[in-house]
Every structure is written in structure tokens, then in C-alpha cells.
């Protein structure tokens, strides 16, 4: 544990004073990465650590968008994101709850302004009912003749 600084001294004074005392003593011998260059990303460039840390974590760039641009990337790509819907109440909904969003992003006065229109649903469904493949109706079991109901005096007297 270090010792505490002496009253009347400065901080920078006594923090250099404790490291001449750790470098008499070796302590800063034989360190990991002693005498390599650090590894400066980019070329010294300031943001290296958060690109670092985005390339590390596996984490998606659209993702430090602002939301306007997110959305905007989100109404490029709606195509192929109802395309994998199976119903379309599912597609209905995507897009409702899509262009709510937009709306919020419009009336919102912070951050950038990127022009983003509404998605026109209509357009969308019919295209997503053009690529789906027709479904063939169920073929429907053939229907055996059933033998007609005997009335009640008919079974009453059989």
C-alpha cells in the first residue's frame, strides 16, 4: 500500500517522487510489452478504442445511427423484411407499427433532419402477394354416399 502525501507537498511532486522510488527498486522491469510500440489503431486516430470495442463486441454499426437514419434503412430494406412473413396480418402490423415510428421520427425536432415518408402499404402487401406462391386449394376427400336416416316409425318397426 503507498504511504500518504506528506502535508505540505504538491500531488505532482509526490506522485513523481513515488515513481522514482518504484523505478529504484526495478519495479518496472520486466513488464509485459516492454520496449514494443503501442497499438495505436488508425493511425493515432482518437476514436480507436470505441471502433475497437465495436469490432470486439461484434456490434452492428446501424445501431450507432440516429433513429431518423435508422429508419430510413429500415424503409429500403421493408421488402425484404415482410417477404419472410407467412400471414398477412403479420405484414399489416409490421407496417403499421413501422409507420408510427416514422411519424414520431417526424414530429421529433432533435438530431438530424433526413426526409423519411411513410410506407404506403397497399403498394407493399400487393407486391408481397405477388411474390407468394399460390397456394393450391386442399383436395377434399370424396364423399361417400351416406345411407339416407330411417324415420322414427321406420326404425321404431325394423
Known sequence: MTE???PGMKTQDWVEAQIKRAQQAGEFDDLAGAGKPLEL???HDPDWWVKDFIRRENIETD??????????????????????????????????ELNKRIRLAIRDTTGPVVPTGLVDEDVVIAQWRMERPAREPLPRPAEEPRPKKKSFWQRLFS
Open 63 to 96: 445501431a450507432l445511427l440516429p433513429s431518423a437514419m435508422q429508419l430510413r434503412k429500415e424503409k429500403q430494406q421493408v421488402h425484404e423484411k415482410v417477404r419472410g412473413m407467412r400471414r398477412e396480418s403479420d405484414v399489416r402490423e409490421y407496417l403499421a
Open 41 to 43: 489503431a488508425d493511425g
Open 4 to 6: 500518504r502525501k506528506p
